[in-house]
Each structure stands twice: as structure tokens, then as C-alpha cells.
T-cell receptor, first 114, second 110 residues
């Protein structure tokens, strides 16, 4: 079955640590996205990539970094520069140009700073 | 999500109809979407409507689109406890990105 997998489901970070969230898809989608979700604020776009080895900042990129070395993978690193990283992180993917399919989302990673 | 607005909460009695409303700003949006998010999970595409349609029905779901007012609604008939979730409205843009609303939390009471 094709799908998009995020890991881990829960992640705990100490102050000053970098952590990396994994996102892998086997849907052969060109585009991948990272969103942050906080209660009452909906989804905010962190980074997105529409092609391998290229990515663009979203609305809240500060304190985050990404890479897109393979079509299937789009890991997100939450750096120590992100002052309030506790949130639910969602990864999504989509084909380019087939709009009725919308996005396919992973099941999310909940990151907590301890 | 600033370009897409939704009310934040809706409470409905089991068996009644739910109506979730959304306004959007991009008149060039080709598709508009409704997603459902259950607690602790990702978003699931419920339905979409093409911009040249006024209405789309899919089993218990009815989507109405008023392009003049840039207003989209989702009606859930015979609402069940399993319909309790957060519902997101989204619009597509020219660069294939989606803009999401803040989500409407629907609570179904017995």
C-alpha cells in the first residue's frame, strides 16, 4: 500500500538539542511539505519542496532546516534556534499538477521539549 | 491559513445535520477541499469541489460553493459520534500549494 510515514510518533527534546523528524513516502509524489500545528492556529507551513535537491521556506521557517536528497524522503530538523518547538508536526506530499488529489498527510510527530 | 477563515467550534446533537462554513480569498483557486483530522492523527481528505461547480454530494456529505461570495460549506447529514473531529477547509493556489483554515472543532453530543 502506498502512503506517507512519519517517525517517531512521539519525540522529546532537551533544551539546546537538535532533533530530526523523518518523513518518507512511496506515492511517487514530487512535492513534499512540513507543517506545524498548534491548538487554535491551524496548520502553518514550515518548508516545502517540489523537486529533489530544492526546497523553499514557508511562513515559519526560522529555527528549522530540511533536505531533499531523495524523492521519497524529506526530513525536518528542529534546531536549538527554534525557541518554542513543542507542537504537532505534520508532513504531507502531493503530485504536481493533479490538483483534485490534494495532499496526502502522514500521521504526525508530537514533539515536546523537556 | 490567514487567507481561509472558519469558525473554530461547532456543537451538534447526534442525528442532526452539521454545517461548517468557510470563506476564502483567492478567486483563482481551482479546487477547494475539506479535510478531517481525528485526535492525534494526520489530516484525511474528505472531499473536494472543482471551482466551476456549485454543489457536490457524496453520501452524507454535501459541499456548497458560492464563488461570488467566496464561501464554501460542508454539510454532514445524520451526524454521528464518529464525526467528532477537526474539519479543515483549504484552497489551492497557482503554485499547487494549499492554504488551510484554522480548523473547526466539531463536537457531537448524545
Amino acid at each position: 500500500d502506498g502512503g506517507i510515514t512519519q517517525s517517531p510518533k512521539y519525540l522529546f527534546r532537551k533544551e539546546g538539542q537538535n532533533v530530526t523528524l523523518s518523513c518518507e513516502q512511496n506515492l511517487n509524489h514530487d512535492a513534499m511539505y512540513w507543517y506545524r500545528q498548534d491548538p487554535g492556529q491551524g496548520l502553518r507551513l514550515i518548508y516545502y519542496s517540489q523537486i529533489v535537491n530544492d526546497f523553499q521556506k514557508g511562513d515559519i521557517a526560522e529555527g528549522y532546516s530540511v533536505s531533499r536528497e531523495k524523492k521519497e524522503s524529506f526530513p525536518l530538523t528542529v534546531t536549538s534556534a527554534q525557541k518554542n518547538p513543542t507542537a504537532f508536526y505534520l508532513c504531507a506530499s502531493s503530485p504536481i499538477g493533479v490538483e483534485q488529489d490534494g495532499y496526502t498527510f502522514g500521521s504526525g510527530t508530537r514533539l515536546t521539549v523537556v | 491559513g490567514e487567507d481561509v477563515e472558519q469558525s473554530l467550534f461547532l456543537s451538534v446533537r447526534e442525528g442532526d445535520s452539521s454545517v461548517i462554513n468557510c470563506t476564502y480569498t483567492d478567486s483563482s483557486s481551482t479546487y477547494l477541499y475539506w479535510y478531517k483530522q481525528e485526535p492525534g492523527a494526520g489530516l484525511q481528505l474528505l472531499t473536494y469541489i472543482f471551482s466551476n461547480m456549485d454543489m457536490k454530494q457524496d453520501q452524507r456529505l454535501t459541499v456548497l460553493l458560492n464563488k461570488k461570495d467566496k464561501h464554501l460549506s460542508l454539510r454532514i447529514a445524520d451526524t454521528q459520534t464518529g464525526d467528532s473531529a477537526i474539519y479543515f477547509c483549504a484552497e489551492s493556489s497557482n503554485d499547487y500549494k494549499l492554504s488551510f483554515g484554522a480548523g473547526t472543532t466539531v463536537t457531537v453530543r448524545a
